[in-house]
């Protein structure tokens, strides 16, 4: 199917799979991803929706079932094939930013290039073009405890966008954000979608699903309860308010 | 591998203190290598020059052989003798042969009595030849002639009233009396780095026998070879000589032909012992320096094991993972090393100057190149290979489950 960069085919995710205790994130998921689509996972906690997280960033391998990243199946791939894959197609945004605290903001967005073999003229030119596109440019070569955390959070998506990713993968991206610095955050991402990147959030929380995705997947006890589209273009946040 | 190197010095700058303690065991044990390579050369100089052994032409011979810590000849039933000598020096391999006697004796000055081992000196032409084989020479006054059986030359030690029992700077023109007989003191000999040579009398052999019971005796037959090469036919001459004279048979002898060689070789064997010993300390302390290490890094994956979860998030492989670890690992032995061979570095200048003041020898501490990366290399092996296991396991793990912390 034409357009189509994600999707998950009957997937299981069995925790201690066989044993008595054995615990069923995820039954028999299916969905598919499209390309340039802004897509929320829903549900509150339990619902498997951060393993559904895991599986789609290809972070972890389904127990049953298949899945496709970009037309290739992912499903059986070693750990280290799944982290040069993760690693181009999927830039990863965490709630609580992630950051390596060692490293200021620059290196800690040229990290992934320097996974990917890229070169380090290269790494540190295109660092700054991604800072000064989250209005960080002043910001370089501050530490992550320098940064507050809509800044930090900011560097976490310019280093999602390092390897120029097909896909942005947001989990719970303001959770950790008051109101305010959660909606700039949530701008950048927008700006990202209207680009024309395929944006993932997973979220617990339905008004930031309702009001940014065009797709939200409701998951309840591991299974899909049920799917919400919007419809219109008018994605922006700060906007519709 | 340049960004795993910065890297890894960033994370370890992030290190605490219980990061650096366990690089005192790397530090120790190179410091130990490094400095004992340094000191060797200058430890065994210094040993070398305390015995006096400086030409290596010369064969003793004593009667009795080394028997026990006594001077050379006490203790002896069958003595040698100037017939001995005077029949050596007619060997074709040997040059000449001095006849010497060492008797301590009872030395007063300023009321005060110190026993002190004197050495005779020939009372012949030979006096020259003795001058020469000992290689002495004088720091004020001059030295003895033959026949003046009433002066005396002393040495540095003695002449020092810091170091010698008098309480009194002693020198040329002071009388001192030996056993009951007063000598005029002539000569102080140069400073030799030798306590045989520093804290002697030297005397007239015939004055020797006036002030004590030697008789015609001989302790010590010092013995000049042809050349260096002719040392090993010179020895095995004297002792088919002296066996023939004594009445003895091989392997019965009653008396010691030994050369430099020979006593270099005893003291060499000490020294090579004192070394095995600190390389054994030194290997310990690098193992247990290892252990510290391996440890450290343990705890640092733990630690550390959101990060790795993250890296491995944005892409890093294991190997990506590992290398990091390993690196760091490296470093961290590296940077011990560093420290101990810098430390080595300065006890061995330290120790060498030591030894330079103590005994006025002027050894230099033997650093070099080689020795310093080697050593440098070494620590940084030794890092890493302790790293490899910690650095596995930071590798194998699960970004889903280290991602959380």
């Not at chain 2, 070398?48 to 009667?63: K, L, R, T, Y």
């Not at chain 2, 006697?101 to 006096?127: C, G, H, Q, R």
Request: hydrophobic residues 40%; contains cysteine; glycine residues 10%.
């Amino acid at each position: 199917m034409m357009g189509e960069l994600i999707s998950l085919k009957n997937v299981w995710k069995i925790y201690r799979e066989g044993e008595e205790n054995a615990v069923f994130a995820l039954r028999d998921i299916s969905l598919i991803i499209k390309k340039g689509e802004f897509v929320a996972i829903m549900g509150p906690s339990g619902s498997g929706k951060s393993t559904a997280m895991n599986l789609i960033g290809s972070l972890d391998v389904p127990s049953k079932g298949d899945i496709f990243l970009d037309g290739h199946n992912i499903s059986h791939l070693s750990e280290s094939d799944l982290a040069q894959i993760r690693g181009k197609k999927i830039g990863f945004i965490f709630q609580q930013f992630n950051l390596i605290p060692n490293l200021t903001a620059r290196e800690n967005v040229m990290l992934p290039m320097i996974f990917q073999g890229s070169d380090e003229f290269e790494r540190e030119k295109r660092a700054g073009e991604l800072l000064k596109l989250v209005e960080l440019e002043d910001r370089v070569d501050h530490l992550p405890s320098e940064l507050s955390g809509g800044q930090q959070q900011r560097v976490a998506i310019a280093r999602a966008l390092a390897n120029d990713p097909e896909v942005i993968l947001a989990d719970e991206p303001t959770g950790n954000l008051d109101t305010k610095t959660g909606e700039k955050v949530m701008d950048f991402l927008n700006k990202l979608h209207n680009q024309g990147k395929t944006i993932i959030i997973v979220t617990h929380d339905p008004n930031l699903a309702i009001e940014n995705a065009s797709t939200t997947y409701w998951l309840k006890d591991g299974k899909i309860d049920k799917i919400t589209k919007k419809k219109g273009k008018n994605k922006i946040v700060g906007n519709e308010k | 591998m340049k960004q795993y190197l910065v890297l890894a010095v960033k994370n370890l700058r992030k290190r605490g203190l219980r990061s650096w303690l366990t690089l005192l065991g790397i530090c120790i044990g190179i410091a130990a290598v490094v400095s004992l390579i340094s000191l060797g050369d200058a430890l065994k100089d210094t040993v070398n020059s305390q015995f006096n052994i400086a030409s290596v032409e010369v064969i003793s011979v004593q009667a009795g052989g080394i028997t026990g810590f006594g001077p050379p000849g006490s203790g002896v039933s069958k003595h040698l003798t100037k017939q001995d000598s005077d029949a050596i020096e007619r060997l074709s391999s040997v040059e000449f042969a001095i006849p010497r006697n060492l008797k301590t004796v009872s030395v007063e000055y300023n009321d005060k009595v110190e026993f002190v081992m004197v050495s005779s000196v020939p009372n012949d032409d030979k006096i020259d030849d003795m001058y020469t084989l000992l290689d002495i020479g004088v720091s004020s006054g001059r030295l003895m002639e033959r026949g003046e059986k009433n002066l005396i030359m002393i040495g540095d030690s003695l002449a020092d009233g810091e170091k010698n029992s008098f309480e009194r700077d002693i020198g040329v023109g002071n009388k001192l009396k030996l056993n009951g007989e007063e000598f005029r003191i002539v000569g102080v000999l140069e400073k030799k780095g030798s306590f045989i040579i520093d804290g002697t009398i030297l005397i007239n052999s015939e004055g020797l026998k006036e002030i004590s019971d030697i008789g015609d005796n001989v302790d010590l037959i010092v013995v000049r070879a042809k050349d260096k090469d002719s040392i090993d036919d010179a020895k095995r001459d004297i002792e088919d000589l002296l066996r023939e004279r004594r009445d003895v048979k091989i392997g019965e002898e009653d008396f010691e032909v030994s050369t430099p060689e020979a006593q270099l070789e005893s003291i060499n064997e000490i020294l090579t012992g004192i070394q095995v010993f600190i390389v054994i300390i030194a290997s310990i302390s690098i193992f247990i320096g290892a252990v510290g290490i391996a440890n450290t890094m343990t705890t640092s994956v733990i630690e550390r094991r959101k990060e790795i979860g993250i890296m491995k998030a944005i892409g890093a492989r294991n190997k990506n993972i590992f290398y990091q670890f390993f690196v760091e690992a490296g470093l961290l032995g590296l940077i011990g090393g560093l420290i101990g061979a810098a430390l080595g570095i300065g006890i061995g200048y330290l120790g060498t100057t030591g030894l330079n003041i103590f005994l006025g020898t002027s050894t230099k501490p033997n650093i070099n190149f080689i020795l310093i990366i080697s050593s440098l290399l070494g620590s940084f092996i030794v890092g890493s290979i302790s790293g490899v296991v910690p650095a596995m396991n930071a590798a194998k793990q699960n970004p889903v489950e280290a991602i959380r912390g």
